[in-house]
């Protein structure tokens, strides 16, 4: 049997973290030993409750520099006879690089889910060295580590699953939205940061309302930028048709209730949302922002356009929303890539291998 170690310091159950969960409840279904590290009282450490076959220990986890965490995760990983710990996040990378300074001879897996180039320092650079595999959310977010430096065996792809039941979740009314039945709907999930980059879907939507006066705009999604793209609304003439919903843990009900989901990221690991959104069988209009074309492809999937392109990203949700037979057409192609390259089955499995390997390496 096969033993690893959760590791997670993350506070909420952001989409890292639901990965995981998703990952525990398939290893576990292939007998695997799971042992789920946190911070206590946080979600991440709490999942699956009243399941009797998963492990929990808290840890301050205050850092990757934590050097207390490092030593108790060392001493757990000799004392529970781990052979995998797998860091979730890019600080619980750090503190299981620290631990096997302290002797922890369990082998290193960990999850990459940005795109962005790793900061290039002395300690980063010993850090991402000492893992023994780096799993990553996209084959985009492994070219970028292949620029950084970092290539086969110890970098691999395993993509971001789609949970099915989650995004076939029955339509949200739209009257509980405000948003009439005939108004053309677009819809974007994610939270209100500065890589999501709601700004350039405002400018986007002011350009598609000069030819759809009716168009209603819904996002989902909290953050520090609220009062920026409230500002952006107002600033032009929004207002009437934008509504900032705040988190909203019903988001693919609102996709299925949706005409055309729109993400404008200019940075992202894989894209759930994106996949969240192909999985509804909702048309898809994205920017290409991490691996958002491993997923909507161009005239087959979805309309894929430059970031911080907003007359681009405008074109093509008016396209979506004037060419409706086609739109559909590549949803449903969409949704057959979503449920046959992107299930939790096939997430499992791969990890499950990279373990494997790993392990009789």
Known sequence: MITVCHLDEQRGLRGGEQQAAWLVNGLAARGVKNILIGRGNEEFINMHQGRNDLERRALPLRGELDVFSALQLSRLTKDLNVDIVHAHTSHAHGIA??????????????????????????????????????????????????????????????????????????????????????????????????????????????????????????????????????????????????????????????????????????????????????ASGVPVVATEAGGAREMVIPGETGHLVPVRDAEALAQAILSSLQNRDTALQMAKAGQTLALEKFSVERMVQQTLAAYQELLHS
């Not at 110890?154 to 029955?170: K, N």
């Open 97 to 278: 690089a620290l631990a096997s300074l302290f002797g922890m001879s369990s082998r290193i897996v960990a999850s990459r889910r940005v795109d962005f180039m790793p900061k290039s320092h002395l300690l980063n650079r010993w850090k991402y060295n000492r893992a023994d595999r780096i799993l990553c959310v996209s084959e985009k977010v492994r070219q970028t580590l292949e620029t950084y430096g970092l290539g086969p065996p110890q970098t691999c792809v395993v993509h971001s699953a789609v949970d099915l039941e989650r995004a076939l979740m029955p339509p949200v009314p739209r009257a509980s939205l405000g948003v009439p039945d005939d108004a053309p709907l677009l819809f974007s999930a994610g939270a209100l940061v500065d890589h999501k980059d709601h700004i350039n879907l405002l400018e986007a939507v002011a350009i598609v309302r000069k030819q759809v006066p009716s168009v209603r705009v819904c996002i989902a999604g909290e953050g520090k930028l609220r009062g920026a793209i409230e500002t952006k609304c107002e600033a032009l003439e929004l207002q009437d048709c934008v509504s900032l919903l705040g988190y909203r843990a019903d988001a693919p009900g609102i996709t299925r209730s949706s005409d055309v989901y729109v993400s404008s990221s200019w940075s992202e690991g894989l894209g759930t949302s994106i996949l969240e959104a192909l």
